[in-house]
């Protein structure tokens, strides 16, 4: 079992900027279990499905984005910390959405959500016009 923990959202303006962290539970078996995991990102707005945003493979040395956030969301890792980040920069307001961070328990970068093993909570990004 792995337990992750989304935190990091909030309220910003149109043109701002936003961090996600995703941490991993500090149980030992997660710690080991953390680096085998590739981790995605997705977001849910209000009456709309959960949608892919974007994903990492093991090492960090692979990211694919949906093309609305290419070149303003960086998604990275830190193995060390067990935690992945979502840097969003230029937000807009269809960006609004609850945040999901998920681990996969496969190589590569998966963009299906049903590829994914474990999900967290959840946090919320509103991008006010």
């Known amino acids: 079992q792995m337990q992750l923990v989304e935190s990091g959202g909030g309220l910003v303006q149109t043109g701002g900027s936003l961090t996600l962290s995703c941490a991993a539970s500090a149980r030992e078996t997660s710690k080991r279990a953390f680096n085998t995991h590739s981790m995605g990102w997705f977001r849910q707005a209000p009456g709309k499905e959960r949608e892919f945003v974007a994903a990492?493979?093991?090492?960090?040395?692979?990211?694919t984005y949906v093309d609305s956030v290419k070149g303003r969301f960086i998604v990275s890792r830190d193995n060390a910390k067990n935690t992945v980040y979502l840097q969003m920069n230029s937000l807009k307001p269809e960006d609004t959405a609850v945040y999901y961070c998920a681990a996969a328990r496969r190589g590569g970068v998966p963009i299906k959500n049903y590829e994914y093993n474990y999900w967290g909570q959840g946090t919320q990004v509103t991008v006010s016009s």
């Open positions: 990492i493979s093991w090492t960090g040395g692979t990211t």
